[in-house]
């Protein structure tokens, strides 16, 4: 069981940085995939990004490589989505997900941090 918390939203305006964090509790973290997604109104939810247990390989979409950088310190249980020059269009709930060893999808979900980006 991991339970996840994602805090670090907020408003911020066009070409500004944030980093969020999403801390988690439970024995299975440091064994478990993590991801970032992010969801507008209106739209489907859409993976940031991801990262491996040991935080060794990260994966990103295209649409989302080189403005965000996924991290992770499994020494403080956290994940961390650094994201640089955004844009009014990156304006989302932001969520983490643990995806733990041999499960083939995210199992556990936060609640969210939302994140506002004025133009």
């Known amino acids: 069981q991991v339970s996840l918390a994602e805090s670090g939203g907020g408003l911020v305006q066009t070409g500004a940085s944030m980093r969020l964090s999403c801390a988690a509790s439970?024995?299975?973290?440091?064994?478990?995939?993590m991801g970032w997604f992010r969801q507008a109104p209106g739209k489907a939810r859409e993976l940031v990004g991801s990262i491996n247990s040991a935080g060794t390989t990260t994966y990103y979409p295209d649409s989302m490589r080189g403005r965000f950088t996924i991290s992770r310190d499994n020494a403080k249980n956290t994940v961390y989505l650094q994201m640089n020059s955004l844009r009014p269009e990156d304006t989302a709930l932001y969520l983490c997900?643990?995806?733990?060893?041999?499960?083939?999808?995210?199992?556990?979900w936060g609640q969210g941090t939302q994140v506002t980006v004025s133009s």
């Open positions: 439970g024995r299975t973290f440091s064994s478990s995939a």
């Open positions: 997900a643990a995806r733990p060893s041999g499960q083939l999808s995210y199992q556990y």
